[in-house]
């Protein structure tokens, strides 16, 4: 079974059904948003078999595919993945047939085509499930490029108020980092000994002159900085988010971001592990001033869209000091939180997604009292809205519990001033359910005729496999943990870092020593 | 007295040469003995032929490194690979060139010397039919390219490179609208071509004084000498890159380029922006790889600041521009200052990466201006961006092929853009010129913005009643297109055979 080609299958998979839904007729709206579904569905059931047929003990890369390319550059088509690309290509499997499903009457309100929506969904998984199952850093750097056409035309073409100015900034704030981490991997191509191999280059690595590491870690960096988006270089986010339709708005944060803190994670610290260790104290005080001030800007928006983007700057800011603590609690804590949040953050998007095609509009002043109208979509955005500060009992707080602690065995400042951001995060959220479905009703939100219509059954097939899967992993996270804590181990120790001494919090028995 | 002996002519190495001389004069003939009516399909047919026999030719003598014709001439892999770029290129534009269904009589007038606004001017802007003697220039100039790389001593290049100017000169005239524009491009070429031209034979005296000869490998002798005058070597050295950096439209000597490539008719634009690209860097690179190799520590800061200021003259006024065909242009400079950064590395990998390079934008920018030939209304073609505006609604194909071009451009993967970046900058940084890639990597970022503002433009706004209409491409032009985004999808995706080329080819003959 392990030597069945998943990798390359999965993800070819995607791009064929785009070719496929793009040439069906206009017209024909419902056959392309069926095929779309199933094409999704189908490469769901694929994950999951590789999943299952992962093995857990083995070694850290499994499913190792290469194929000839440019071979004057050693550019091969490589694929392989290790435990934290698999649960992200896990992530992505579950959450596009959900995205799916949740944009099925987007389009209608525009006279735009269904069928090109649809495939571009499509499009985007192919270059989502590529960059993270590439194991050639040329590979990479043409999915992680690729990746913006269809997210710039999904913006551009299907958002809302605002979309051209929002895509065209998501797409040069990305491309500038792009085109940085372009300079870093020629630099790196010439003094790795002319490969783009991750595994030959990890072993070159260590004979990089200090020097020239750190300023292609920069490059790195800087790139994955600005997908994450880590403050300094988080302004194109809650534009993209604010313009973006729902359920592309939930991939943006939920999948695509992730290709940021990955990138981190795979590439900046296994690659140039004393440049991780120099850069990290910056990377840390990054990372708790995105807490604080994402979640401070959060607090003040009126536009449910944008609210949810700056909470999830928020969470970044989470994933970013858990990678740079270099414990592997919280490694494990920060890759748990890459799909813990895929899931919260994207229900929340889904769910603001189903207000907002009922009001008409995003903004939180425009609603009041909305849960005396539709009580049950009510409820689910509460749950939504606990999950995504992380309540206990749901999935977020396992992973934000362990990076706390995994950070405060090392740098206790640190976690003791991101502590308050789970303050703030109750704030905002709390204060944005209130504010939306609770208190007096808005006599205007009741003229709407669609605002009495409660949770469709298609939406409930939305909203549940996320429900049940944030409160699974919130009970029980083993199942991806285990999965994890091998891959996180590894980067720790490409990175030359030990944990410290005896900690006295035991998340679960595989972590405790 | 003593014979004078001939010197060995090795004709089939120079034949892709004498095929197109030959063809281009048998064209002027044929303009006396033919009637009006053929000359047309006689010509192209002549021209198509001609281009493609020399390329044969080319083909058939591709191990062939030798120098003849007195030392005249090399021919060496990158002539031959180059010489085979400018045929394929030159075809593509030959199709442009010869499109006739577009508009009635085609892109031509039949007499650029009739005043322009007068009653017989608009008669022949009308529906008469164009020149036919474009033919035999066109092949005149692919000829003079032709020589232009491979020629092996200065007066050769000088000869070469005004060969190939004065029929570029004349075509700029040509084009049946906008007259005045049209000449004046022409005229600026020429005068601006000319004290080019100029400052070049000034540097090949001053390159004779120098090493007392003109031949390359003389020249590259001599600077190996130190005992000779410092004044004349870099005196000449400038004089001769100023020629040749003012025919590759690299700042400060880019001036004429944005005029030229709006005045001139689109499909000369096309073949200038293709063609005389890879010829005037084909010169470049031999010039300096193989005669002044030995101060390329001396010049290589020199140009390295020439190609930075390329780089960002080409981007930021690219950004200001409202024309397709100027912002076209800019972004050719810019696209010369990139391959400036590959000849600078000086390595085999700089040769082979700046002719991978020529050939991946040549093909790209063949494409863009033969789009820029459809996009038209009652009055020509519409090269007001703001006309442009939601292109994509009314003709989804042509503008997801012009929206892939200019990814291509912007240097988006899986585009031939990005592998021919790539391998310039990549040569660059194994050169030791770190600092121009990073100057690459920072004008990258300004261009894309012009680029993905038509982009912006084609898709995201609404069309209006002044967008125009494109016009169905006959078969001639459909071919040059597809001919392009085929080659700019190839060399994006499986970019090896030709990459193999031309390291196989990097290496002159001295």
């Known amino acids: 079974m392990n030597d069945f080609p998943f990798l390359s299958i999965l993800t070819l998979l995607p791009l064929v059904g785009a070719v496929v839904v793009a040439l069906v007729p206009r017209q024909k709206a419902e056959l392309?948003?069926?095929?779309?579904?199933?094409?999704?569905?189908?490469?769901?059931?694929?994950?999951?078999?590789?999943?299952?047929?992962?093995?857990?003990?083995?070694?850290?890369?499994?499913?190792?595919?290469?194929?000839?390319?440019?071979?004057?550059?050693?550019?091969?088509?490589?694929?392989?993945?290790?435990?934290?690309?698999?649960?992200?290509?896990?992530?992505?499997?579950?959450?596009?047939?959900?995205?799916?499903?949740?944009?099925?009457?987007?389009?209608?309100?525009?006279?735009?085509?269904?069928?090109?929506?649809?495939?571009?969904?499509?499009?985007?998984?192919?270059?989502?499930?590529?960059?993270?199952?590439?194991?050639?850093?040329?590979?990479?750097?043409?999915?992680?490029?690729?990746?913006?056409?269809?997210?710039?035309?999904?913006?551009?073409?299907?958002?809302?108020?605002?979309?051209?100015?929002?895509?065209?900034?998501?797409?040069?704030?990305?491309?500038?980092?792009?085109?940085?981490?372009?300079?870093?991997?020629?630099?790196?191509?010439?003094?790795?000994?002319?490969?783009?191999?991750?595994?030959?280059?990890?072993?070159?690595?260590?004979?990089?002159?200090?020097?020239?590491?750190?300023?292609?870690?920069?490059?790195?960096?800087?790139?994955?900085a600005i997908k994450a988006p880590f403050f300094p270089f988080h302004t194109w986010l809650p534009d993209a988010g604010g313009a973006a339709p729902a359920g592309a708005a939930a991939l943006l944060v939920g999948v695509m971001d992730k290709v940021g803190t990955f990138g981190i994670l795979r590439y900046c610290l296994s690659l140039f592990p004393e440049a991780s260790r120099w850069f990290a104290p910056a990377a840390l005080v990054l990372g708790v001033i995105g807490i604080i001030y994402a979640a401070l800007l959060a607090v003040g928006q009126n536009d449910l869209k944008r609210?949810?983007?700056?909470?999830?700057?928020?969470?970044?800011?989470?994933?970013?000091?858990?990678i740079f603590a270099f414990t592997t609690q919280a490694g494990t804590g920060s890759v748990l939180y890459m799909v813990n949040h895929g899931l919260a953050t994207g229900l929340l998007f889904i769910v603001v997604g189903m207000f907002v095609a009922r009001r008409g509009s995003n903004l939180i002043s425009d609603f009041g009292g909305a849960g005396k109208l539709v009580p049950v979509l009510a409820g689910v955005f509460f749950f939504a809205g606990l999950a995504s500060l992380a309540l206990p009992g749901t999935a977020p707080f396992i992973s934000e519990f362990l990076v706390l602690i995994g950070t405060f065995t090392v740098h206790p400042a640190y976690a003791v001033v991101a502590t308050t951001g789970i303050i703030l995060a109750a704030a905002y959220v709390l204060w944005m359910v209130q504010r939306t479905t609770q208190g007096e009703l808005n006599p205007a939100l009741a003229e709407v005729p669609e605002m009495r219509k409660d949770i469709t059954l298609r939406e409930k097939f939305v909203v549940a496999p996320l429900i049940l899967l944030i409160i699974l992993l919130g009970f029980y996270p083993k199942p991806v943990t285990d999965v994890i804590n091998p891959a996180v181990e590894a980067t720790m120790q490409d990175v030359g870092v030990q944990d410290p001494g005896p900690t006295a919090v035991v998340a679960n028995e595989r972590v405790a020593r | 007295m003593e014979d004078l002996k001939l010197p060995g002519i090795d004709y089939g190495a120079l034949l892709p040469m004498l095929i197109l001389f030959g063809a281009a004069c048998v064209g002027i003939l044929l303009e006396v003995f033919t009637p009006r009516r053929l000359r047309h399909v006689i010509q192209l047919t002549l021209a198509f032929l001609a281009v493609t026999a020399s390329f044969i030719a080319v083909i058939a003598q591709h191990d062939t490194r030798?120098?003849?014709?007195?030392?005249?001439?090399?021919?060496?892999?990158?002539?031959?690979?180059?010489?085979?770029?400018?045929?394929?290129?030159?075809?593509?534009?030959?199709?442009?060139?010869?499109?006739?269904?577009?508009?009635?009589?085609?892109?031509?007038?039949?007499?650029?010397?009739?005043?322009?606004?007068?009653?017989?001017?608009?008669?022949?802007?009308?529906?008469?039919?164009?020149?036919?003697?474009?033919?035999?220039?066109?092949?005149?100039?692919?000829?003079?390219?032709?020589?232009?790389?491979?020629?092996?001593?200065?007066?050769?290049?000088?000869?070469?490179?005004?060969?190939?100017?004065?029929?570029?000169?004349?075509?700029?005239?040509?084009?049946?609208?906008?007259?005045?524009?049209?000449?004046?491009?022409?005229?600026?070429?020429?005068?601006?071509g000319s004290y080019a031209s100029a400052f070049f034979l000034f540097g090949?005296?001053?390159?004779?004084?120098?090493?007392?000869?003109?031949?390359?490998?003389?020249?590259?002798?001599?600077?190996?000498?130190?005992?000779?005058?410092?004044?004349?070597?870099?005196?000449?050295?400038?004089?001769?890159?100023?020629?040749?950096?003012?025919?590759?439209?690299?700042a400060p000597f880019h001036v004429w380029t944005p005029d030229v490539y709006q005045g001139a008719p689109t499909p000369v634009t096309a073949l200038m922006a293709a063609c005389t690209k890879v010829a005037a860097f084909g010169a470049l690179l031999r010039v300096l790889y193989v005669a002044f190799d030995g101060v390329r520590w001396d010049f290589q800061p020199v140009l390295g600041t020439i190609a930075v200021l390329t780089m960002l003259v080409g981007a930021i006024l690219a950004i200001t521009q409202t024309d397709m065909k100027r912002l076209l242009a800019y972004s050719s400079v810019a696209n010369a200052g990139y391959l400036l950064v590959g000849v600078l590395a000086l390595n085999e990998n700089g040769l082979s990466s700046t002719m991978f390079y020529l050939v991946a934008y040549g093909f790209s920018v063949l494409a863009a201006f033969g789009i820029v030939t459809l996009v038209r209304d009652a009055d020509g073609e519409a090269t007001h961006l703001a006309r442009w505006a939601g292109l994509g609604r009314k003709s989804p194909l042509v503008a997801a092929a012009f929206t892939f071009i200019l990814l291509a451009f912007a240097g988006i993967p899986l585009t031939s853009g990005f592998t021919a970046k790539f391998a310039v900058f990549g040569a660059a940084i194994e050169g030791g010129q770190t600092w121009l890639v990073v100057f690459g990597v920072i004008t990258s970022m300004l261009l894309a913005f012009p680029y993905l503002r038509v982009v912006v433009l084609l898709w995201l706004s609404e069309p209006n009643e002044s967008t125009p209409t494109v016009s169905i491409p006959g078969f001639l032009t459909s071919a040059a297109l597809v001919i392009g985004v085929v080659a700019t999808i190839a060399l994006g995706v499986v970019p090896a055979p030709l990459i193999d080329l031309t390291r196989d080819a990097a290496q002159f003959v001295r």
């Not at chain 1, 700056?310 to 989470?318: E, K, L, P, Q, V």
């Not at chain 2, 090493?211 to 000449?236: I, T």
């Open chain 1, 32 to 224: 392309a948003k069926t095929i779309a579904f199933g094409w999704s569905l189908v490469v769901l059931v694929l994950s999951i078999f590789m999943w299952i047929a992962f093995n857990v003990g083995g070694d850290r890369f499994q499913f190792r595919e290469s194929y000839a390319w440019i071979p004057s550059w050693d550019a091969r088509f490589t694929f392989a993945a290790d435990g934290i690309a698999l649960v992200m290509l896990m992530l992505i499997a579950i959450l596009f047939p959900v995205v799916i499903l949740a944009s099925w009457h987007d389009v209608e309100k525009s006279n735009r085509s269904a069928p090109i929506y649809f495939s571009l969904l499509l499009a985007f998984e192919f270059t989502m499930i590529g960059v993270f199952a590439a194991a050639d850093i040329f590979l990479f750097y043409v999915f992680f490029e690729v990746m913006l056409i269809p997210m710039y035309f999904i913006i551009g073409s299907f958002g809302g108020q605002r979309r051209q100015y929002a895509a065209v900034k998501f797409f040069l704030y990305s491309l500038v980092g792009g085109l940085f981490m372009l300079a870093a991997v020629i630099g790196l191509w010439v003094v790795g000994g002319n490969t783009f191999d991750f595994g030959k280059l990890a072993e070159a690595a260590t004979s990089i002159d200090q020097n020239t590491a750190r300023w292609l870690f920069l490059g790195f960096f800087v790139a994955f």
């Open chain 1, 307 to 322: 609210l949810v983007s700056y909470t999830s700057i928020a969470h970044f800011g989470f994933i970013g000091i858990g």
């Open chain 2, 66 to 192: 030798k120098i003849t014709i007195g030392g005249a001439v090399a021919v060496d892999g990158p002539t031959l690979f180059l010489q085979g770029a400018i045929l394929a290129l030159g075809l593509v534009s030959l199709m442009l060139i010869g499109e006739r269904s577009i508009e009635r009589g085609g892109p031509f007038v039949s007499q650029a010397a009739i005043t322009v606004g007068s009653q017989k001017d608009l008669k022949q802007a009308g529906d008469q039919s164009g020149a036919t003697e474009v033919y035999p220039l066109t092949i005149f100039a692919l000829g003079g390219m032709l020589l232009f790389v491979a020629a092996n001593d200065l007066l050769t290049m000088f000869i070469a490179l005004e060969v190939f100017s004065l029929p570029l000169y004349l075509l700029c005239a040509l084009a049946r609208r906008r007259r005045l524009l049209s000449q004046e491009a022409a005229l600026k070429y020429f005068l601006l």
């Open chain 2, 204 to 250: 090949v005296a001053l390159m004779y004084g120098f090493s007392g000869g003109v031949a390359l490998a003389q020249v590259h002798a001599a600077v190996a000498d130190p005992q000779r005058s410092q004044v004349l070597l870099y005196g000449g050295l400038a004089l001769i890159a100023i020629g040749l950096l003012f025919k590759a439209a690299l």
